[in-house]
């Protein structure tokens, strides 16, 4: 599962959780999803500096419990959360207290530097832990 662990929950705190159908790709748990640009009223897997964030996939609905729980299938529903704390895996260092983060590569995050007006639509969230590498969990509030 992607940024949560045993130690670090995916979700930490209740907040808004919308159900969408996902897209054209599996999506793993602990992922940032986007929506479809082509309005398909789908989530896709984050997308490098995407402008369109819906959330953290955190949930799916399962009829049985198999290796692969993580991820949910195209065409299944998965649970996005839209608000609250969640723990996200960044993929470069230097993401510091109260630093915007923004979607990157494979559902990751990266910090957000707004150098134009329009970089407020790529705003996924506020670091509320520091990170120094890239690869570990960051807590982030989610601002979607």
Do not use: H
């Amino acid at each position: 599962m992607a940024g949560g662990t045993t130690v670090t929950p995916l979700w930490e705190r209740a907040g808004d959780c919308v159900p969408y159908t996902v897209g054209t790709a599996a999506i793993t748990l602990g992922q940032a999803v986007v929506f479809d640009a082509a309005n398909t009223g789908t989530v896709l897997i984050g997308t490098n500096e995407s402008i369109l964030p819906a959330g953290v996939a955190i949930a799916a609905r399962r009829l049985s419990r198999t290796q692969t729980d993580d991820e949910v299938a195209i065409g299944e529903i998965v649970d996005v959360a839209t608000k609250g704390n969640v723990y996200l895996t960044a993929t470069a260092a230097a993401i510091a207290i109260g630093d915007l983060v923004q979607c990157a590569a494979s559902g990751e995050i990266k910090k957000l530097t707004v150098s134009a007006s329009t970089d407020v639509n790529k705003i996924l969230g506020r670091a509320l832990t520091a990170i120094s590498s890239a690869g570990g969990a960051i807590k982030v509030r989610l601002l979607v």
